[in-house]
């Protein structure tokens, strides 16, 4: 697929009619993963940078290399960027591309969580240590074994229970991981090895997390997506089927998985009863931002939900250069989430 055109967008107006400014401007931040540690918001987005690489469609122009904490007081408060909390060249593992990453906090330490790919070009998880939410984090020498694939979220439940959400298609490389063994062929293709459309889309994974937080304490399982008939999503679902991007949310008892569309650019939800799912799918909580890419996370501070999201508006439409945005949501009566309409505003 090309890089979809934004000629036609007037960013002036678009600005204008948008519900959420960027929260930082002096850098370029994504994929946003918002917790609430010691009565504060910390921010954990990816660090987007230009560094030349052309758009393609496995995500070769996505090719950050350190990552940057951000915190706030409140929701509307300054943003305090805490300066660079982890680089590659201090990751032994890692050698590219340090996508969308997690943060949680066990025991007074703060524990983040990122994709990068290793020396062989295949995307692993690792985990970096600190005393501080906003870091210096201390990596791991080895990423956790047995982990492939991108975009980990990890949800700590209300027994103390940690679980790691992960995965992601094309780029993301989870269809290359169908047998349980990495498929490297046809390396430059990102949809070689999808289920054809008629057959149930490809799902991410879900593993507790050992105590420590630094392992899987369980082989990696397939969370289902199904839809209001019971049946899995297709992969010829686009509007609806998982693409990459989960995240988990606890709302009145019950279990939010969430996560981006890809192609077609949605936020979707679907609840289930405990973390392993299944989950049924429920509709959109974000309709398409300007960029190819969608993201976010979901945080309660102070009473009300918040979107953590990010848009391609202050670079102009450019695909990889995107900034964090914050948009409240809101629940109706029955547990369902209210869509939101990024350039909504009249
Ligand atoms: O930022 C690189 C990748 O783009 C992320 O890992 C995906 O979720 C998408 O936002």
């Known amino acids: 697929m090309p890089e979809e055109s934004i000629d036609h967008i007037d960013f002036e107006e678009l600005n204008r009619k948008a519900i959420s400014p960027p929260i930082a401007t002096h850098l370029y931040t994504a994929d946003p993963s918002a917790h609430v540690f010691n009565n504060k918001i910390y921010i954990y987005p990816s660090h987007d940078i230009d560094a030349g690489d052309a758009f393609d469609d496995l995500g070769s122009h ?31 593992w890692a050698e590219r ?25 295949i995307f692993r998880i690792g985990v970096a240590i600190s005393d501080n939410p906003h870091g ?19 949800f700590k439940d209300d027994d103390r229970s940690y679980y790691m959400y992960f995965g992601g298609i094309w780029g993301g490389q989870l269809q290359r991981w169908r047998t349980g063994v990495f498929n490297g062929d046809h390396p430059e293709s990102p949809t070689a090895f999808l289920p054809k459309d008629d057959e149930p889309a490809l799902l991410p994974y879900v593993a507790k997390m050992t105590d420590d937080l630094l392992q899987f304490d369980e082989s990696p399982k397939e969370v289902e997506i199904l839809d209001e008939n019971g049946d899995l999503l297709l992969a010829g679902d686009n509007d609806r089927r998982f693409f990459e991007a989960a995240w988990l949310h606890k709302y009145n008892g019950k279990y939010y998985f ?39 996370s979901i945080c309660e501070f102070k009473g009300k939900w918040y979107l953590f999201y990010h848009d391609s508006s202050l670079s102009k439409g450019v695909t990889h250069l995107r900034s964090v945005k914050i948009a409240e949501i809101k629940y109706n009566d029955d547990g369902t989430i209210q869509t939101l309409e990024p350039y909504g505003r009249n």
């Open 136 to 154: 210096p984090f201390i990596p791991q020498d080895n990423p956790i074994k047995d982990s492939f694939s991108i975009d980990p979220a990890v």
């Open 258 to 296: 969430s996560y981006s569309t890809g192609d077609t650019h949605f936020i979707c939800y679907a609840i289930g009863e405990n973390p392993y799912g299944p989950f049924t799918y429920k509709g959109r909580i974000l309709n398409p931002v300007v960029g190819w890419t969608s993201h976010h």
């Open 97 to 121: 591309q340090m996508w969308a990453p997690d943060a949680n906090e066990k025991n007074g330490q703060y524990f983040l969580f990122f994709p990068a790919k290793d020396y062989n070009g």
């Open 62 to 92: 996505f090719a950050m290399e350190d990552y940057h904490v951000f915190s706030m007081d409140d929701i509307s408060g300054n943003v305090i960027d805490h300066g660079m909390a982890l680089h590659v060249d201090n990751v032994k």
